[in-house]
């Protein structure tokens, strides 16, 4: 069974940083593209970040371009969004999952197939 724990979430003022992490168990997790998925009340759950199998490849949405980073340890199977100059639009459930191929710059939810319980980001002064 696969399971993912995201982590790291917190309150932060605008401005700050948080570096969450997402730990994958249950898979070859070298083989994987992950990506990093946001939903605040009310919306739908947007694509952010993903990062191919051998992290040589990231994608992000044009609103945290320059600011957050995706990155992964394969030999730790963890994923890490490191997130700067938070703003309170950042603000969610962020939410991490697998994709079946070892690229993907999709930022599609019903692309990806196994899902972390989520780690609530909270921007406010």
């Known amino acids: 069974e696969v399971q993912l724990q995201a982590s790291g979430g917190g309150l932060v003022q605008p401005g700050g940083s948080l570096r969450l992490s997402c730990a994958a168990s249950?898979?070859?997790?070298?083989?994987?593209?992950i990506g990093w998925f946001r939903q605040a009340p009310g919306k739908e759950r947007e694509g952010v970040s993903c990062?191919?199998?051998?992290?040589?490849?990231?994608y992000n949405i044009d609103s945290v371009k320059g600011r957050f980073t995706i990155s992964r340890d394969n030999a730790k199977n963890t994923v890490y969004l490191q997130m700067n100059s938070l703003k309170p639009e950042d603000a969610a459930v962020y939410y991490c999952?697998?994709?079946?191929?070892?690229?993907?710059?999709?930022?599609?939810?019903?692309?990806?197939?196994?899902w972390g319980q989520g780690t609530l980001v909270t921007v406010s002064s």
């Open positions: 249950g898979l070859i997790f070298a083989d994987h593209a």
């Open positions: 999952a697998t994709n079946n191929h070892s690229y993907s710059r999709s930022s599609i939810p019903s692309d990806y197939d196994s």
């Open positions: 990062i191919d199998s051998l992290g040589s490849t990231t």
